[in-house]
């Protein structure tokens, strides 16, 4: 396979994986607003915004690591979804350690308890990453170009 193609290969299987892990992660949003009932994140409009931003930002993000994905590939354990899931526990690790932990720096030097918001955080991003690995590994390693 050529390089080009393998590049475009780890770009449209990212982008696909992140825009169905905004999916996943707007339907929790949405989900988790209807059960609270809290009156100004209920509304359709909100939804359908947030929907939207979800899935273009994580789509964005999606085919970048998908590049990465691509690079690591041989490098990564497992095969099919458990080598995706690995990749995408890999990133919450990395990314969320360190954003996770200046929020709570910052929260802190303002007078803030925001260990609640910070585990919530936590949360909601794994289970962006675990959608997104959950798809990237399969799509990957069927996709041909």
Avoid at 9 to 18: K, N
Avoid at 120 to 132: D, G, R
Wanted: glycine residues 16%.
């Amino acid at each position: 396979m050529e390089k080009s193609n393998s590049l475009m290969r780890g770009f449209y299987s990212g982008l696909i994986a992140g825009c169905i892990g905004g999916m996943g992660f707007s339907l929790y949003v949405i989900f988790f607003s209807l059960t609270a009932a809290i009156p100004d994140i209920t509304s359709f409009d909100f939804w359908l915004n947030y929907f939207i931003y979800q899935v273009g930002v994580q789509g964005i993000f999606g085919g970048i690591f998908g590049i990465i994905y691509m690079k690591f590939y041989n490098g990564i354990p497992g095969k099919g979804a458990w080598k995706g899931l690995v990749f995408g526990l890999i990133i919450f690790l990395l990314g969320n350690f360190a954003h996770g932990t200046w929020n709570v720096l910052v929260g802190s030097l303002a007078g803030n308890e925001i260990h609640i918001a910070w585990g919530i955080n936590y949360f909601e991003a794994f289970l962006i990453w675990f959608i997104y690995g959950l798809v990237l590994g399969p799509l990957y390693e069927r996709w041909e170009f």
